[in-house]
Nanobody, 124 residues
Framework: QVQLVESGGGLVQAGGSLRLSCAAS????????VGWFREAPGKEREFVAA????????YYADSVKGRFAISRDNAKNTVYLQMNSLKPEDTAVYYC?????????????????WGQGTQVTVSS
């Protein structure tokens, strides 16, 4: 069993930066791929970024490529999402999720465990 807790959300002006953290419990977390998803009001939850268990592979949605960076520290059981050049359309609740598979994937149905989410609001 893996439990995930996101933090680091908040209110930021357009062009600003935030770093989200996803802290995990469970000794097998380091063997899981981890993804970030987001859900804006009235929209479906969408893929943002994912990272493989061994940090070797990352995968990004086109909408965030070049602005966001996903990383992980397995010694700390934590995955990060560095978000730069934020835009109002990035406003959403951001969720991290763990996938028992090894490779980063964009399909939310592939993820077994989810956090409770953290709100990110970008003002124009």
């Amino acid at each position: 069993q893996v439990q995930l807790v996101e933090s680091g959300g908040g209110l930021v002006q357009a062009g600003g930066s935030l770093r989200l953290s996803c802290a995990a419990s469970g000794r097998t977390f380091s063997t899981y791929a981890v993804g970030w998803f987001r859900e804006a009001p009235g929209k479906e939850r969408e893929f943002v970024a994912a990272i493989s268990w061994n940090v070797g592979n990352t995968y990004y949605a086109d909408s965030v490529k070049g602005r966001f960076a996903i990383s992980r520290d397995n010694a700390k059981n934590t995955v990060y999402l560095q978000m730069n050049s934020l835009k109002p359309e990035d406003t959403a609740v951001y969720y991290c999720a763990a996938d028992q598979g090894k490779i980063p994937r964009a399909n939310r149905g592939d993820y077994n465990y989810w956090g409770q989410g953290t709100q990110v609001t970008v003002s124009s």
